[in-house]
């Protein structure tokens, strides 16, 4: 099947259908972080003070994961597709505390408000397309595979401290940009292997 009829509620894509689409949204997650990280730079990169506060690692640094192009050839299907639904569901919670938290923030901009919003309905779209690829291509999957990493950033964002408040939105832009390079090139990979020749 192609498509799915308005108002149907018994169809189901084919998982071309549901990569093309995954696909699409991939990129928008991309791009949406992208300009979110670009437009809180813009915005705060006046105030130094929480630049020098060092690099904090990100909270979903710990989920297995390929760093190579190689590295990935040897990870199954299943793994790169668990890879992504544990990365996607690893920032549910903290792009609802990151929106929360934005609109305290001193002179933000409407702008870095939606750019949040965007980012945040990618990550809710595309984690619900990824679950549907992979119940077709392991049925059951799903329910298994749970695992996803616990976020602690939420004491940076409430902080009184105006530096260590900005950092930590630094933190959280950077690394959801970060991830959302990482899911879009491994769905890419996955989307490869199982069909060829759509010109990879």
């Not at 390929?66 to 992504?84: D, F, H, I, R």
């Not at 939420?154 to 832009?173: A, I, M, N, W, Y």
Request: proline share 4%; charged share 20%; with cysteine.
């Amino acid at each position: 099947m192609s498509g799915c009829p308005r108002g149907s509620t018994n169809c189901q894509l084919s998982l071309t259908e549901l990569f093309n689409r995954a696909g699409l949204i991939a990129q928008k997650f991309q791009t949406a972080a992208m300009d979110l990280y670009n437009e809180f730079h813009q915005q705060y990169s006046g105030e130094q003070g929480f630049l020098s506060q060092g690099i904090v690692p990100c909270h979903t640094a710990l989920i297995p994961s390929p760093v190579t192009k190689e590295q990935a050839q040897s990870y199954t299907n299943e793994q790169l597709l668990g890879t992504c639904l544990s990365i996607l569901r690893s920032w549910e919670e903290p792009l609802s505390h990151v929106l929360t938290e934005a609109r305290k923030l001193p002179r933000v901009s409407r702008v870095i408000l939606s750019k949040i919003e965007d980012v945040e309905a990618q990550n809710m779209h595309l984690l619900q397309g990824v679950q549907k690829i992979m119940e077709q291509v392991r049925p059951g999957s799903v329910a298994e595979n749970q695992a996803y990493s616990t976020w602690s950033g939420l004491q940076r964002l409430k902080s009184t401290s105006q530096d260590t408040r900005l950092h930590g939105f630094h933190v959280e832009c950077r690394c959801v940009r970060r991830d959302a390079n990482k899911v879009n090139n491994l769905l890419n990979i996955v989307k490869c292997r199982m069909d060829p020749s759509g010109g990879c």
